[in-house]
T-cell receptor, first 115, second 114 residues
Framework: AQSVAQPEDQVNVAEGNPLTVKCTYS??????LFWYVQYPNRGLQFLLK??????LVKGSYGFEAEFNKSQTSFHLKKPSALVSDSALYFC?????????????FGSGTRLLVRP | DAGVTQSPTHLIKTRGQHVTLRCSPI?????VSWYQQVLGQGPQFIFQ???????GRGNFPDRFSARQFPNYSSELNVNALLLGDSALYLC?????????????FGPGTRLTVL
């Protein structure tokens, strides 16, 4: 069965420090992987995606993510956190074998960046 | 350019009633998907439509139905509302029906069932 795990409910980091939000996945075939961010009372905003090619993907607002096939992980990273990065982050996977192309989301990780 | 728009923003209904939620995709996008996000959880897939045809359906009861119109806008209908239907309903649009397409989400409709 397809699934996404975000093992941390919350990540706390000081402004200016690097941040990592973890994500692992399970799909039957090769995955397509996505990160979205959700601010309070808002929809989801797309950050980045991995389709194929370079394992390091760069996205919006200085975020990047590293695809690791052997560890089935797709961790989100940023070299220097901003207070404005505080939000709810969702990892999602799409299975190439699924004709509906639906996104399967993790449970989300709340990022809190303190000044 | 305008993003995905959804209406209404908020909705309060009572058990047993029916609700219709509306979504307009990004201009040029032909695929629309619906997701349900219960508080504290990630979004769960309900439907995907492309060129007015249903392309996928999630694990939701038949009380949930949807359609896509010739202008690619979409409606999600829920009949016989239950308390458990209270959630944020998200619409997402994508350019076409390719597995590599990015889905762009609207702000959602907050449905409260009393």
């Amino acid at each position: 069965a397809q699934s996404v795990a975000q093992p941390e409910d919350q990540v706390n980091v000081a402004e200016g420090n690097p941040l990592t939000v973890k994500c692992t996945y399970s799909v039957s075939g090769n995955p397509y992987l996505f990160w979205y961010v959700q601010y309070p009372n808002r929809g989801l905003q797309f950050l980045l995606k991995y389709i194929t090619g370079d394992n390091l993907v760069k996205g919006s607002y200085g975020f990047e993510a590293e695809f690791n096939k052997s560890q089935t992980s797709f961790h989100l990273k940023k070299p220097s956190a901003l207070v404005s990065d505080s939000a709810l982050y969702f990892c999602a996977v799409r299975d190439r074998m699924d004709s509906s192309y639906k996104l399967i989301f993790g449970s989300g990780t709340r990022l809190l960046v303190r000044p | 350019d305008a993003g995905v728009t959804q209406s209404p923003t908020h909705l309060i209904k009572t058990r047993g009633q029916h609700v219709t939620l509306r979504c307009s995709p990004i201009s040029g996008h032909k695929s629309v998907s619906w997701y349900q996000q219960v508080l504290g959880q990630g979004p769960q897939f309900i439907f995907q439509y492309y060129e007015k045809e249903e392309r996928g359906r999630g694990n939701f009861p038949d009380r949930f139905s949807a359609r896509q119109f010739p202008n690619y806008s979409s409606e999600l209908n829920v009949n016989a509302l239950l308390l458990g239907d209270s959630a944020l309903y998200l619409c997402a649009s994508s350019l076409a029906d390719l597995i590599t397409d990015t889905q762009y989400f609207g702000p959602g409709t907050r449905l409260t069932v009393l």
